[in-house]
T-cell receptor, first 114, second 111 residues
Framework: LAKTTQPISMDSYEGQEVNITCSHN???????ITWYQQFPSQGPRFIIQ???TKVTNEVASLFIPADRKSSTLSLPRVSLSDTAVYYC???????????????FGAGTRLAVHP | DAGITQSPRHKVTETGTPVTLRCHQT?????MYWYRQDPGHGLRLIHY???????DKGEVSDGYSVSRSKTEDFLLTLESATSSQTSVYFC??????????FGPGTRLLVL
């Protein structure tokens, strides 16, 4: 499984765009990139998943360059409620019927200030 | 949110006692997982299940056993709890083509 590297912490202010970059130099051909968000005392919550180029949903955008060795989670106009830990994970989807193996690192602790 | 519940949500027990945590899903997903989360370690996979009566070990399975007699229930048992098993335990589920969805967690304190 590809190892990921992301900043330990980030600070931002309400209304700003936040970009969290994750490095995954050893990503395999079958690997997808998945981001989770975790609030204190809650389980991780799926945010977004992608394979290449750009993916956007109602919460965030995920930018993946052509070499796929990194990815950037973009949160538009953050609010105080976006303060959380964000995890970048790389793993293959279980097309072969195997289970969806995810390896969680320490994540990025985002603090949004007024 | 995915239909996942965990029980109990909080438990305090003594060293050497058996403890069983329950994960229940209403999504009819094939895969179920148990993780523990400790400061400085992120989430670590304990055991997972890929179907009724089909389970396998994760990276930190020592001291834990699991059972899945029905699609909707996945039980995690600590046969003889130790203080090192004090942690927050999360259950997760996934379908065959989806990522994982997590439950609310169980806080376990072993004295």
């Amino acid at each position: 499984l590809a190892k990921t590297t992301q900043p330990i912490s980030m600070d931002s202010y309400e209304g700003q765009e936040v970009n969290i970059t994750c490095s995954h130099n050893n990503i395999a051909t079958n690997d997808y990139i998945t981001w989770y968000q975790q609030f204190p005392s809650q389980g991780p919550r799926f945010i977004i998943q992608g394979y290449k180029t750009k993916v956007t949903n109602e919460v965030a955008s995920l930018f993946i360059p052509a070499d796929r060795k990194s990815s950037t989670l973009s949160l538009p106009r953050v609010s105080l409620s976006d303060t959380a830990v964000y995890y970048c994970l790389v793993g293959d989807r279980p097309f072969s019927g195997g289970y969806n193996k995810l390896i969680f690192g320490a994540g990025t602790r985002l603090a949004v200030h007024p | 949110d995915a239909g996942i519940t965990q029980s109990p949500r909080h438990k305090v027990t003594e060293t050497g006692t058996p403890v069983t945590l329950r994960c229940h899903q209403t999504e009819n997903h094939r895969y179920m997982y148990w993780y523990r989360q400790d400061p400085g370690h992120g989430l670590r996979l304990i055991h997972y299940s890929y179907g009724v009566k089909d389970t396998d070990k994760g990276e930190v399975s020592d001291g834990y056993s699991v059972s899945r007699s029905k699609t909707e229930d996945f039980l995690l048992t600590l046969e003889s709890a130790t203080s090192s098993q004090t942690s927050v335990y999360f259950c997760a589920i996934s379908g065959t083509q989806e990522t994982q969805y997590f439950g609310p967690g169980t806080r376990l304190l072993v004295l």
